[in-house]
């Protein structure tokens, strides 16, 4: 799914307008419709609502809002932030729907006749995607005043104040609402990835309303949203005299003294990716561990006895995953420069990355649609110092194309780079990921795709969101805090089968 900057949301409205047709004000009442629907669904009738709106389309999608839920028998009180001759012609439309009872209180600059109970609801309609400027003045001092209310709080397509393409930078505490729950009308925004924002937007549910289909297939993006339905034309299906030799040969370079367990995850992820063959080079001290827990995988022996220090051979893999608990050591180190000067392309996590972080020339190195996988520490190892998030997805765009690589950043979006400038945003995941071992799955998982022939883009989306996905699975049987990496592995099959629609 595409996200539009806040440009291209503009044009698709207005497109959505003209080529539906449909009226603006229609569009907006289709807009509150379905953030009324939701409320509806979620809060019971004794609820007491609050409905702060603005002067602006926010403010309108606002008003029609309170309206649907006063006629429905919420008990709504309406403010309206600013003067009835200053409304937009949708939002002023709506405002002479209301009836007399739910006529707004008007707040303005030394008049915050606004109180709240524990129990409110309150609905934020200040200001929408559009804001081009840091919240001011009475606007300011009235989102202060929400955000220390104590009361729920669900704004409407944006939390107010926040900027939806760029990064708040202020000295001070900046004036943007922290919604509970946000109401967002399809396609996402990319603040809404980003964990700089996430005490702003809470959790965000997209609504669609319709805007024009032909619209937002035309219009080119760089930023895009994975789905099930993006991802599930990407599998490869099994012909039924298909054997092991048609689904690859990976190889695995990983495990170290005391972290042999990376070894042993990532081979068994590889396995459950469906590659046809799996082998995995370990240091000597390991081989009894790897042969012992994982038997399917088949084994190179390292000649040294704690850490891996030799390039293997190499043909006749169809793909390389290295990194997971190889350390650093010096022989390592030597090892792996000399494995990415093969020129094959590979999976590179973990110490091969900590490893390009003390040495940063050796990326010009990389071989062309290598993948790394770095969580968020690893990435500023290459990467450097990162003021903003917006500032981190530009420079991971830039090293990808600089190196003709795709970059994978781990986080509960994870977001993947490519060479030709794009980022795509995962959704599957949960907290309960955040554990040992759940990266070198990942690292396992895409391997193993790789070796079916799957491209690297392919293999990294899917690769993300099936392990996204298991982890989900997982999460809903033995609860986030009690989720392994091991949880993940298990659940991979439901997660094809999920994917394929088996489940």
């Keep these: ?55 602006g389309n926010n403010g309108g999608d606002g ?54 109970s524990p129990d409110d609801v309150l609905i934020d309609a200040l200001f929408g995607s559009g804001l081009t400027r ?28 926040l900027f939806i393409d760029k990064t708040v930078k202020e000295a001070n505490q900046p004036a943007i609402i922290r919604a509970d729950y946000t109401l967002t009308f399809a396609p996402p ?10 005490p702003y937007t809470g959790e965000w549910v997209m609504l669609d309303i319709g805007l024009s289909e ?15 339905a993006s991802v599930k034309p990407l599998l490869h299906k099994r012909n039924k005299f298909a054997h092991k030799g048609m689904f690859g040969h990976s190889l695995l370079i990983s495990g170290g003294i005391g972290k042999m367990g990376a070894a042993v995850l990532a081979a068994k992820a590889c396995l459950r990716s469906g590659s046809g063959l799996v082998t995995v080079q370990v240091p000597r001290s390991g081989v009894n561990i790897l042969q012992t827990a994982v038997p399917e995988a088949m084994i190179v022996i390292d000649s040294n006895e704690e850490h891996f220090s030799e390039l293997p051979g190499l043909d006749g893999y169809s793909a390389i995953g290295v990194g997971p608990g190889i350390g650093m050591e010096k022989q390592t180190c030597n090892a792996f420069k000399q494995l990415i000067q093969t020129g094959k392309p590979m999976v590179i996590d973990a110490d091969a990355i900590n490893i390009l972080g003390e040495n940063k020339t050796w990326l010009s190195f990389l071989p062309p649609g290598s993948i790394l996988t770095p969580h968020p520490k690893e990435f500023e190892r290459i990467a450097g110092k990162i003021s903003d998030d917006f ?7 830039e090293l990808s194309f600089k190196y003709s690589c795709y970059i994978i950043l781990k986080g509960a979006y994870t977001a993947i780079t490519t060479p030709n400038g794009r980022s795509f945003f995962n959704t599957t995941g949960n907290p309960g990921m955040a554990t040992g071992g759940s990266g070198d799955v990942l690292t396992g998982l895409i391997t193993g795709l790789l070796a079916q022939n799957y491209p690297p883009l392919e293999a990294s989306l899917l690769g993300v969101y099936l392990h996204g996905l298991a982890g989900d699975i997982g999460a809903e049987i033995t609860g986030q805090e009690a989720l392994t990496a091991s949880d993940i592995i298990c659940n991979l099959g439901n997660a094809f089968s999920s994917l394929y629609g088996e489940l």
């Excluded at 032909?214 to 994975?226: G, P, S, Y």
């Design 134 to 161: 840091p919240v001011t003045g009475f606007h300011a001092e009235l989102i202060h005043l929400i955000n220390n209310s104590g009361t729920t709080v669900v704004s409407i397509d944006v939390p107010s104040g």
């Design 63 to 116: 008003l029609a809002i309170g309206r649907m839920l006063a006629e429905k028998g919420y008990h709504v009180k309406m403010f309206l932030c600013g003067s009835p001759d200053q409304l937009s012609p949708s939002c002023k439309i709506n405002y002479e729907r209301l009836h007399l009872s739910l006529v707004p209180v008007q707040l303005s600059e030394g008049k915050l006749d606004l109180a709240f």
């Design 1 to 55: 799914m595409k996200i539009l900057p806040v440009g291209k949301i503009r044009e698709a409205d207005a497109y959505t307008i003209k080529n539906e047709p449909i009226s603006d004000i229609d569009l907006m009442e289709r807009a509150a419709r379905k953030c009324f629907d939701w409320l509806s669904m979620h809060l019971a009738t004794s609820r007491s609502i609050k409905v702060v709106a603005g002067t």
């Design 391 to 397: 500032h981190r997805n530009q420079v991971q765009k």
């Design 214 to 228: 032909e619209f937002l297939t035309q219009t080119e993006v760089t930023n895009f949203m994975i789905t099930a």
């Design 189 to 198: 925004k990319l603040a809404f990835f980003f964990p700089e924002n996430n």
